[in-house]
């Protein structure tokens, strides 16, 4: 048998603030042994666990790997307006007049990260 992902790990200088940003973000849940000042955090959410890890270097280059999120139950910028009220921050903006493209957003700790258009937008064109 082959090796499977575990965990989706991303490298931060507060896990359980980053994790709880996440858990809101995603619709996902902390485990229920994370708490402040925990030096790892794991988020569960409907297709993934992702854990976060305290370290002490900080960001210093653009991402290498990041997730492009699709809304589910949204428009791609009901769902860019709903994270940027959770403290995303735009980083770049690739809509395009004919309602295509993504908006590459940032987390509170500057991990880049895209929101594409949902499924219905998708099939609507």
């Known amino acids: 048998m082959s090796s499977l992902i575990r965990h989706i790990t991303v490298d931060c200088t507060d896990a359980f603030t980053l994790a709880s940003w996440w858990a809101q973000a995603l619709d996902g849940?902390?485990?229920?042994?994370?708490?402040?000042?925990d030096p790892e955090a794991t988020v569960t959410t409907a297709t993934a666990t992702l854990l976060f890890v305290r370290v002490d270097d900080a960001r210093s280059v653009k991402n290498r790997v990041h997730w492009d999120l699709?809304?589910?139950d949204r428009t791609r910028d009901a769902e860019v307006d709903r994270l940027l009220a959770l403290g995303a921050k735009i980083q770049g903006d690739h809509r395009r007049p004919d309602g295509t493209g993504w908006v590459t957003l940032t987390d509170p700790e500057g991990n880049e990260f895209c929101v594409e258009r949902s499924a219905a937008e998708r099939a609507a064109r």
């Open 29 to 37: 849940r902390l485990a229920e042994d994370d708490n402040p000042g």
């Open 70 to 72: 699709q809304p589910q």
